[in-house]
């Protein structure tokens, strides 16, 4: 069932690759069908996922490399399952919305598959050089993705993303190399790695290892000073780009940081963790305030982005100076909550921001206006994303950031109360969205906001729905990462 989910998107690019641009119904049913296979694949392993201590399951390991020691080895467990499962939500969402371009359908088909393949097999990846890898899969259909179909600059913000990313993954890489050549005999195996603690001191040599991963996670994560090619490449990408940019591929970072540095270089981040702390209150601070500036919808939501992330490394930080397992338990199961919390309700705010710029011509909030009189139904559900993007109880982002907060307050009453402050500013965000394009009259007439199709309605209403539904009943998720969290907790 992993491979399948892995290696489906996959298959149904090169089948679609097969068919002439004509038939582009045909290249869009064999794409959903696809992205609904990985899904129904993920969703199995899930109903059959077992969370107990430890529990990496539905493990497949076969020799890749055999004189570098490097194999095929993947499996999941409650850090990586629930990123499986949000690609697949994410891209059959991508597919239903009206995916299917006419501008070389086949190429754009292939990469989104490609891309699913990628990030699905990274999340599953025990093995570094087999998650690197993946990891430049993931991201090289992106670069294409927005280069092709992405608006006016499409080209700057294309270059800019791949140069930014291209130069994290190298240090990234470089650090990779470090732990192979660090134990005896080398290997690549994640476990093993972390089993031997070759940096268990500390000491230069780890600093270096650490600066490599923050590097390589930081650019993807992204984390101030780290986040400049974010911006451009969200208001240039195309809307389904967007959405999985901000979805998925942002939670590459965070997932690394929990999956590899925690693991690897325990001691060297436990040495850096007030470091972290900074950065992820700066950054939660400055990605509020940032898009708190914005006319821009999709600049905005974008923003918003690098603040939600900075909860995900001030839970990392967190997890890294506690000795406390319940505080620790506490901090990483809010970052897993709110990588998916935020793929969901950003997600859905990019897709949003797309169907107001198809409907209307602009993202510009300034030129737009009396949503609610116009379009009622996506106005609520505009609204729905929005409380949940600051945190309202009864929604996923709620459940989340309480529970980092709570994992802060502990360690840090100034890191907490700093954390409330972006919190607020945030909420600041959404109700300055809400003003503009739900209240008054638009002041052009070219710019009346209408309802959309159904598939748009129903693609941004299930996402305000699962968001409700992680909210109200969160150990349905919280079962699922339970046994990561607990093993974690004690490392």
């Known amino acids: 069932m992993l491979n399948i989910a892995i290696f489906a998107p996959l298959t149904a690019g090169l089948l679609a690759l097969l068919l002439p641009n004509r038939r582009l119904r045909w290249i869009h049913s064999i794409a959903l069908g696809g992205a609904l296979v990985a899904l129904s694949a993920s969703l199995i392993i899930a109903s059959r996922y077992t969370a107990t201590p430890g529990g990496a399951q539905f493990r497949t390991t076969l020799p890749w490399i055999p004189s570098i020691n490097a194999s095929y080895d993947v499996a999941v467990d409650g850090l990586s399952l629930p990123l499986i499962v949000l690609t697949g939500v994410l891209l059959s969402a991508s597919f239903i919305y009206g995916f299917g371009q006419p501008d070389k359908p086949k190429a754009n088909t292939f990469l989104f598959l490609l891309m699913a393949t990628g990030l699905n097999g990274l999340f599953a990846a025990e093995d570094l050089l087999l ?65 031997a603690q070759p940096f268990a001191r500390g000491g230069l040599s780890a600093a270096f290892v650490l600066f490599g991963l923050m590097l390589g996670f930081g650019v993807k994560l ?22 999985m940019l901000a979805g998925v591929l942002l939670k590459m970072g965070g997932y690394g940081m929990m999956r590899i540095m925690l693991t690897t270089v325990p001691q060297a981040v436990r040495d850096a963790a007030w470091i972290l702390v900074v950065i992820a209150v700066a950054s939660i601070v400055y990605g509020a305030l940032a898009a708190l500036g914005q006319h821009d919808f999709k600049r905005l939501v974008a923003y918003t982005s690098i603040n939600h992330m900075g909860y995900v490394l001030l839970a990392v930080a967190v997890y890294s100076i506690s ?95 700093i954390t409330v402050v972006g919190l607020l500013i945030n909420t600041g965000v959404y109700l300055k969205v809400l003003g503009k394009l739900l209240m008054g009259n638009p002041p052009e007439p070219s710019t009346v906001m ?14 305000a729905v699962l968001s409700l539904v992680l909210g109200v009943v969160p150990s349905a998720l919280v079962q699922i990462i339970r046994g990561a969290t607990q093993l974690m907790a004690h490392l």
Do not use: C
């Open 131 to 195: 998650f690197y890898l993946f990891f430049e899969i993931a991201l090289v259909p992106l670069y294409f993705i927005i280069g092709i179909w992405g608006h006016e600059n499409r080209r700057y913000a294309a270059v800019k993303f791949f140069l930014y990313t291209r130069f994290g993954s190298l240090a990234m890489l470089l650090s990779f190399l470090a732990l192979y050549v660090s134990i005896q005999p080398h290997t690549f195996s994640i476990v093993q790695i972390a089993a």
């Open 222 to 243: 992204p984390v101030i000073p780290l986040h400049n090619w974010l911006p451009d490449a969200h208001v240039e990408a195309p809307t389904e780009g967007s959405v």
């Open 323 to 417: 000795g406390d397992a319940r505080v620790r338990e506490l901090a990483f199961t809010g970052a897993i909550y709110q990588m998916v919390s935020h793929g969901l309700l950003t997600g859905g705010m990019f897709f949003i921001a797309g169907i107001v710029q198809r409907k209307t011509g602009t993202r510009d909030m300034e030129r737009l206006g009396g949503f609610i009189n116009r379009a009622p139904s996506l106005s609520f559900v505009l609204a729905l994303l929005a409380f949940g993007s600051v945190g309202l109880p009864g929604f996923s982002g709620f459940v989340s950031e309480f529970q980092i907060i709570g994992a802060t307050i502990s360690l840090s009453v100034v890191a907490a109360v």
């Open 450 to 463: 209408t309802e959309p199709g159904a598939r748009p309605l129903f693609v941004t209403g299930s996402f």
